[in-house]
């Protein structure tokens, strides 16, 4: 046994007996089954994987941690109202918070923090890190670390394009089709259902061929295809709301239907389709990664995260990470966006389970 | 019993309609095109005499109702014409690979099934529970992922730093069972993670919604454990919700191959659909989306009719 599997278990079951002594039932579960289970790992595939398994729980107690502290820093400085609800935020969701915030930090200040252009050719096609390129070049010698800074500007700001313009079409149709009813409401019905029955990225696939691929196409047809979806969100939200009396008093006093749906409908179906912007962002942003992966989505020389992890994918069969670390930036932008809906989800029903 | 049969009949009929539609929709998509088919096959380089001979060769001569007909004819019968980038019959080439495909997909839910169903029965066991919150968490993440971050990383860990399976699957006509199950592992992993998520929270919320009724009350009453609460009593009054998300799951199975398949070389229909949308191959493209969008329509088409036959309140309307 080497210094490092001993220092290793002599920490993992003093800290399970701590949390034994002070009867922390869930975190002694919790340590001593990792224990346990860094024992197996340990007899299985040796020290490497031991030093493996010892990483992954440092990452994420280190999350744990800034997930923390950045609530009780949220919850310190902003007003006393905001300040109480962050207070008994979960901790995923502040760890969304945080996420999202330094996401938003790098897409907007990208030419700032990168130390090298986005499409310049600096060194050789994937030359080893450095201290020049932190994390190596990629398959025409352009600097990792650089792109993908970037690409928090151009995937997700083409991601959040199209989400927009889903939801200005689809909850306004949505709306519309619950305020008007009668064929309107029968004829979008229809042909939302048709446009659901097709598989997404297949559809957007056999879409993508005939109108060929650049960014405009792109953001239409993935704007088109994800639409259906936040229609029947609206749709069925806004139901409810328009056999109210309020609506019928409005609709009495003679105002028009836009007044209806901007001034009557939309503030009552707010808290619903800001979940589900957040929900459908997660879907869109995947969809257009997928595209941009399989080569049909956004093209070269514009740095994106999707296309990254394709043309560098020879790599991983050497054994490098470095073409996970784009497809990482993806997962972990959606995990965020997902912990911060599911947190305001669980706000906005009021349960308390 | 007979409503049920006319509930049924009315939901297959819908179906039908709605692959009609689609159909529809795909053939017409090509229609669309600015031009027509033959110039954009042809490029803006081409001159009038060779455009006119394509249309020929293409029979665009002819109206679009006509050739729908056609080829909607051929496709039921299995012919789905030929392919513009090497002239070979579309259906030769869909063949072999739609049964790959299905082959992965049914690995893949054999797996992903039984490990989601038993999951989300522990997670509404014990719920609120460090168990349930970590699968929580878990579920979200793998949720979140892309597909080809999860495969790369399976090929990462399982295949380049301890070659185990094979980072590449090629599968053959002629391979024996075992093996191909095998070559198919990783990618079929890949699949699992990605669709256990949401199964295995369906699965949890379905029968945490039902433990606030009455009767789940009177069985914990009488004293019976808590496993036997949820497994006899709960569970079975659960299984209209978790049939539809496993059948809504399989046809996310059936669709969701294409990245996996780029990712590990696997030879199936998603592959085919990607290369042929790269050469602007209409034939092939065409029919690998009608193949897909009728797996995925036949397979909503199977969640309703479970749900409708495991619910006695639609068996039985008053």
């Known amino acids: 046994m080497s210094t490092f599997a001993i220092v290793f278990y002599t920490l993992m079951i003093a800290a399970s007996c701590l949390a034994a002594y002070y009867h922390r039932r869930e975190a002694f579960l919790v340590l001593f089954s990792l224990t346990l289970a860094s024992f197996l790992m340990g007899l299985l595939g040796g020290e490497s994987w031991l030093r493996t398994v010892a990483i992954a729980i440092g990452l994420f107690f280190a999350c744990a941690g800034l997930a923390y502290s950045f609530r009780e820093f949220l919850a310190q400085t902003l007003p006393r109202e905001t300040a109480k609800i962050m207070r008994n935020a979960p901790l995923t969701a502040s760890f969304g918070l945080f996420v999202i915030l330094v996401y938003v930090v790098a897409a907007v200040f990208a030419p700032v923090i990168a130390p090298h252009g986005e499409a310049e050719v600096i060194g050789s096609s994937y030359a080893p890190p450095d201290e020049n390129m932190l994390l190596g070049g990629d398959q025409l010698g352009r600097d990792m670390f650089s792109r993908i800074i970037y690409g928090a500007r151009n995937t997700v700001g083409i991601a959040l394009l199209t989400t927009a313009l889903a939801f200005l079409v689809g909850s306004l149709t949505g709306l519309m089709a619950a305020t008007l009813g009668g064929w309107v409401d029968q004829t979008c019905g229809r042909v939302v259902d048709t446009l659901m029955a097709i598989p997404q990225l297949v559809f957007a696939l056999l879409l993508l061929t005939i109108v060929g691929t650049n960014v405009v196409n792109l953001i239409l047809v993935i704007a088109l295809l994800y639409s259906p979806l936040v229609f029947r969100l609206a749709r069925a939200v806004a139901g409810n709301i328009v056999v109210m009396d309020y609506i019928e008093a409005a609709r009495l006093r003679g105002e028009k239907t836009w007044y209806l749906i901007i001034s009557e409908i939309l503030p009552n179906a707010t808290a619903p389709l800001v979940a589900e912007f957040g929900l459908r962002f997660c879907f869109v942003f995947l969809a257009i990664s997928a595209l941009s992966f399989l080569g049909l989505g956004i093209q070269p020389p514009t740095a994106d995260w999707g296309s990254m992890v394709r043309e560098n994918a020879t790599l991983i069969s050497f054994g490098e990470v470095t073409p996970l670390i784009p497809a990482a930036a993806i997962a972990l932008l959606t995990v965020a966006v997902n912990f911060v809906v599911d947190w305001m989800l669980h706000l906005s029903s009021g349960l308390k389970e | ?318």
């Open chain 2, 1 to 318: 019993m007979k409503d049920v049969l006319s509930l049924v009949a009315k939901r297959l009929g819908l179906g039908f309609v709605t692959l009609l539609v689609v159909s529809i929709i795909i053939f017409g998509a090509v229609e669309l095109l600015p031009g027509d088919l033959a110039e954009a096959i042809l490029g803006q380089a081409a001159t009038p005499e060779t455009v006119k001979a394509m249309r020929e060769e293409l029979g665009l001569d002819r109206s679009a109702p006509v050739r729908y007909v056609e080829w909607l004819g051929g496709a039921l019968q299995g012919d789905f014409g030929v392919s513009l980038a090497n002239k070979r019959s579309v259906a030769e080439q869909l063949g072999p690979r739609f049964r790959n495909t299905l082959f992965l997909a049914a690995v893949a839910a054999a797996f992903s099934i039984p490990i989601s169903i038993v999951l989300g029965v522990l997670a509404a066991l014990y719920r609120e529970s460090v168990f349930d919150r970590i699968a929580n968490v878990a579920t979200l993440t793998s949720i979140s992922s892309p597909e080809f971050f999860l495969g790369y990383i399976l090929i990462l860990f399982l295949s380049v730093q301890n070659p185990w399976f094979p980072s590449i699957s090629s599968v053959t006509g002629d391979m024996p069972f075992t093996e191909r199950v095998f070559v198919t592992l990783l990618p079929a992993i890949t699949l699992t993670l990605v669709v256990i998520a949401h199964m295995m929270r369906m699965t949890r919320a379905a029968i945490i919604a039902l433990l606030a009724s009455p009767y789940i009350e009177m069985a914990r009453l009488k004293g019976e454990p808590r496993w036997k609460v949820i497994a006899v009593h709960a569970l079975p009054n659960a299984l209209a919700p978790i049939i539809n998300v496993v059948a809504l799951n399989l046809a996310y199975l059936i669709t969701g191959v294409v990245l996996v398949e780029i990712v590990f070389v696997y030879p199936g229909v998603g592959q085919l659909l990607v290369d042929s949308v790269t050469k602007r191959d209409f034939p092939v493209v065409q029919a690998c989306c009608l193949v897909f969008a009728a797996t995925y329509i036949l397979l909503n088409l199977l969640a309703d009719v479970g749900s409708i036959l495991s619910n006695p309140r639609l068996r039985h309307p008053k």
